[in-house]
């Protein structure tokens, strides 16, 4: 009697919705991104576990699990889904690791890596999408992300240096504070290049002094900005 009470309530907590949500994300794990060479299975749990369709706007729900990005308000996008699997593989993401996040937009990236990673910082600069993302993260219980308002350029010293950054917005070039803050042997990924035009996704790794950059992929990020 029990067990059948208990598999009532377990099929009354489960909307149609939610079993529905959850094979959108399988398919968009299999076919947007293992189908495209991305293995690194810490990356391709996390994109399994966290509700996509949690981080967009209400009226975009039934695009949440498509293959690209969408608008979040203030001009501003949500990352094509591709796109945050490929930056986080990039970084090889450990569970020691203490990560900055530049752009926190609609919190999506931030909370992929909050299953990975033992600490996540996240900047973001305009300060609607600080506060939305902010309470939308403390909402689903990522706790181990710490967002702050301001302009990223400048990093974070308080709590530097990072095993890696992620920036998720384009800068002409890379901000130096950025390389200063990253650890001996840390990772960061940037897209770089002109505002909406030509950009590509590059690596850079810290050996001591050597600072290596690699180029990744051509990508189409929002444009970098800065505080006054
Ligand atoms: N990572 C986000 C996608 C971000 S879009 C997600 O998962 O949803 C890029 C974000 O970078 C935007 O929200 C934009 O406002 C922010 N941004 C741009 N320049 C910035 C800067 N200098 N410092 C902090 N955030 C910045």
Request: net charge positive; aromatic share 10%; hydrophobic share 50%.
């Given at each position: 009697m029990f067990n059948i009470?208990?598999?009532i309530l377990l099929f009354l907590s489960c909307s149609p919705q939610d079993d529905q949500y959850k094979s959108d994300r399988e398919s968009m794990v299999r076919r947007q991104i293992e189908d495209r060479e991305i293995h690194n299975q810490p990356t391709l749990d996390a994109m399994l576990a966290v509700p996509r369709h949690k981080f967009v706007p209400s009226n975009l729900l039934e695009r949440a699990y498509n293959d690209g990005p969408l608008p979040i308000g203030y001009g501003q996008t949500i990352s094509q889904p591709y796109?945050?699997?490929y930056m986080t593989a990039a970084i090889d993401p450990k569970k020691e690791f203490k990560v900055l996040e530049i752009g926190t937009g609609s919190g999506y990236q931030a909370a992929v890596l909050s299953g990975i990673v033992s600490d996540v910082y996240t900047i973001e600069i305009i300060t609607e999408l600080y506060n939305s993302a902010s309470k939308r993260l403390r909402g689903l219980?990522?706790?181990?992300?710490?967002?702050?308002?301001?302009d990223g350029y400048y990093g974070w010293k308080d709590f530097?240096?990072?095993d890696a950054i992620i920036v998720t917005a384009a800068s002409e070039y890379i901000p130096p504070p950025l390389i200063e803050q990253l650890k001996d042997g840390g990772k960061m990924i940037i897209p770089v290049g002109s505002p909406f035009l030509n950009q590509t996704l590059i690596l850079i790794e810290k050996e001591g002094e050597d600072i290596t950059t690699t180029s990744l992929l051509?990508?189409?990020f929002v444009p970098f900005t800065r505080g006054n």
């Open positions: 009470i208990i598999s796109i945050v699997a219980g990522y706790k181990n992300v710490i967002c702050k308002n301001a530097a240096p990072f051509p990508v189409r």
